[in-house]
């Protein structure tokens, strides 16, 4: 059984701080790692994905991959309130870099307090 | 709106009821997918189509919960004899080609009583 883990918070953060985010995965063989952004009541939205080991920086986002370890973080800078939401972590099923067949963690809530 | 489009957003049934539920996805887009997401968890996926053809469905899906997608374009994900453990959130997801980004609708929310 294929899984993905991550801590369901509440993560609370000051706004103007960094809030780190983490996942791990269970299976070996999975090649894209994808992070949506979900608002209460609101379906997910994607913000970034990631295939290599490393790091990958779009905006105030990066998202961090360590293969040896099945360990994806993503870090969002200088936080905002509007960045108050449930972030999901999910992995691909599927061969190559297929987004769509996706194994998702429970998701972890931030909270940015102004 | 171009976006991928679901009807109906909200429906509240009687237990042993069928629903049905519609997905409009992007234009052109060739793959669709279900999801189901109940309160606390994240997105379970159910199913999806490569233009008409259903190539995947998971577990999670059992006989009582049938898609189609008969010309390609939109997609019916119909429940039959609906349980309270069938209360959700259902999704519908479409992208353009399997590696490309997949877009989610609004959802339907599924209340049975």
């Known amino acids: 059984q294929k899984e993905v883990e991550q801590n369901s918070g509440p993560l609370s953060v000051p706004e103007g701080a960094i809030a780190s985010l983490n996942c791990t995965y269970s299976?070996?063989?999975?090649?894209?790692f994808f992070w949506y952004r979900q608002y209460s009541g609101k379906s997910p939205e994607l913000i970034m994905f990631i295939y290599s080991n490393g790091d990958k920086e779009d905006g105030r986002f990066t998202a961090q991959l360590n293969k040896a370890s099945q360990y994806v973080s993503l870090l969002i800078r200088d936080s905002q309130p509007s960045d108050s939401a449930t972030y999901l972590c999910?992995?691909?099923?599927?061969?190559?870099?297929?987004?769509?067949?996706?194994?998702f963690g429970k998701g972890t809530k931030l909270s940015v307090k102004p | 709106d171009t976006g991928v489009s679901q009807n109906p957003r909200h429906k509240i049934t009687k237990r042993g009821q069928n629903v049905t539920f519609r997905c409009d996805p992007i234009s052109e887009h060739n793959r669709l997918y279900w999801y189901r997401q109940t309160l606390g968890q994240g997105p379970e996926f159910l199913t999806y189509?490569?233009?008409?053809?259903?190539?995947?469905k998971s577990r999670l899906l059992s006989d009582r919960f049938s898609a189609e997608r008969p010309k390609g374009s939109f997609s019916t994900l119909e429940i039959q004899r609906t349980e309270q453990g069938d209360s959700a959130m259902y999704l519908c997801?479409?992208?353009?080609?399997?590696?490309?980004?997949?877009?989610f609708g609004e959802g339907s929310w599924l209340t049975v009583v």
């Open positions: 997801a479409s992208s353009l080609n399997p590696v490309d980004t997949i877009y």
């Open positions: 189509f490569q233009n008409e053809a259903q190539l995947e």
């Open positions: 299976d070996r063989g999975s090649q894209s």
């Open positions: 999910a992995v691909n099923q599927g061969g190559g870099g297929s987004q769509g067949n996706l194994i």
